[in-house]
């Protein structure tokens, strides 16, 4: 059984950065990725990474609503999926979710497992 752990958030200023981390245990999934979720809004996809591939050009997938500002990558050694959010935005501020599927990394459907999330607040 896999769980996900996320950490990272916190409330920042407009500005700032933040690193969000995904911590795995339990078992490895191919397909990692970040969603955000607003209260009372549906779940939005952010990005997802390959974990099987190490070239991080061929490896990464970004939705279409994703700003420049977000970059995802891994350490594999220690079964860790992150996401950078640079130059924070109050726009920015929501509930991050990691995920977990098996395959079809770039398919935000395929998404099945779900971390407890973590709060991001950025203020102006």
């Known amino acids: 059984q896999v769980q996900l752990v996320e950490s990272g958030g916190g409330s920042v200023q407009a500005g700032g950065s933040l690193r969000l981390s995904c911590a795995t245990s339990g078992s490895t999934y191919r397909c990692m990725a970040w969603f955000r979720q607003a209260p009372g809004k549906e779940r939005e996809a952010v990005a997802a990474?390959?974990?099987?591939?190490?070239?991080?050009?061929?490896?990464?997938f970004y939705s279409e609503s994703a700003s420049g500002r977000v970059t995802i990558s891994q350490d594999k050694a220690k079964n860790t999926v992150y996401l950078q959010i640079d130059n924070l935005k109050p726009e920015d501020s929501d509930m991050y979710y990691c995920?977990?599927?098996?395959?079809?990394?770039?398919?935000?459907?395929?998404?099945?497992?779900w971390g407890q999330g973590t709060q991001v607040t950025v203020s102006s």
């Open positions: 995920a977990a599927g098996a395959y079809a990394c770039g398919l935000w459907s395929k998404y099945n497992i």
């Open positions: 990474i390959d974990t099987s591939i190490d070239t991080r050009r061929d490896s990464t």
